[in-house]
């Protein structure tokens, strides 16, 4: 029986080399239009077309520029486009590389979140913890850089409020994540601190689901998909660059919508 949790049309393990070509390109096309050809690439860089690690290694220096740009251009105070109760999906789609069955459920009992980096406190929090905390409710778009998207509902936390509560400063760089199934992440602070950036503990008022992040996911309406990671375990505020799983592999970090 298939399971309800699954996309349409799962991807296979091959996703990640049949994408990177298209971010690549993507890369290029901005180069491109900025009106920099693959020969001034080369004068630029001093690099060596003929070697294809040369020219990767450009273009991801293009990648990291793109990133800063988009930094540049993200409104903290513009919030993304909202949609009505009705319109929530349920249950979600089942968004990994791995099959739903190969989900490793956490127990909510015994489940810490580890705080790091830039804080003044950095004791452990439970479940029950984070629940006491004043929470928010968002139904925003799941975009995927596959392509589909879908329209949850989460409540949660605001990661802004919990920042403040653990005394984070507010002034660093990045908010880095760690997960149960070892698909780390990380944000830029301006995102971490916009409005519609949730530590989710619910999904269409209901307690998360094992395949959706129980006991507790990143969830933020100005990032596409990747940056949304589930099953968080620890939580990092630093000035050094965390990168992500996803990342490491050619992915945008700062993947903006």
């Known amino acids: 029986m298939k399971s309800p949790f699954r996309p349409d049309f799962p991807p296979d393990a091959a996703v990640l080399d049949d994408h990177k070509p298209l971010i690549r390109s993507l890369d290029r096309r901005v180069l491109i239009r900025g009106g920099v050809s693959l020969g001034a690439l080369a004068m630029l860089t001093g690099c060596d077309i003929k070697r294809p690690e040369a020219v990767e290694a450009a273009l991801l220096a293009i990648s990291r520029f793109n990133d800063g740009v988009q930094a540049l251009l993200f409104d ?16 979600p789609k089942f968004n990994a590389y791995y099959d739903v069955m190969d989900v490793k459920p956490v127990d909510g009992a015994t489940w810490r979140l580890d705080v790091s980096g830039l804080v003044a406190d950095k004791r452990a929090w439970t479940l029950s913890d984070l629940q006491a905390l004043p929470q928010t409710s968002i139904v925003i778009k799941h975009i995927c850089v596959e392509g589909w998207s879908y329209i949850g509902g989460w409540t949660g936390v605001p990661l802004r409020l919990f920042l403040e509560r653990v005394g984070a400063d507010l002034r660093a760089k ?54 949304n990671p589930k099953w968080v375990t620890a939580i990092e505020v630093t000035n050094k660059y965390p990168g992500g799983y996803w990342e490491s592999l050619g992915f945008p970090w700062f993947a903006g919508i």
Do not use: E, W
């Not at 105070?77 to 999906?89: D, E, F, G, Q, R």
């Open 76 to 91: 903290p105070n513009k919030l993304a486009p909202t949609y009505p109760a009705s319109m929530i999906l349920r249950p």
């Open 174 to 227: 990045y908010v880095a994540f760690k997960t149960a199934d070892d698909y780390p992440s990380s944000i830029d602070m301006a995102s971490a601190l916009h409005p519609q950036t949730l530590l989710a503990l619910k999904y269409g008022g209901d307690t998360l689901a094992d395949p959706f992040g129980y006991p507790m996911r990143l969830r933020t309406a100005v990032k596409l998909g990747y940056k």
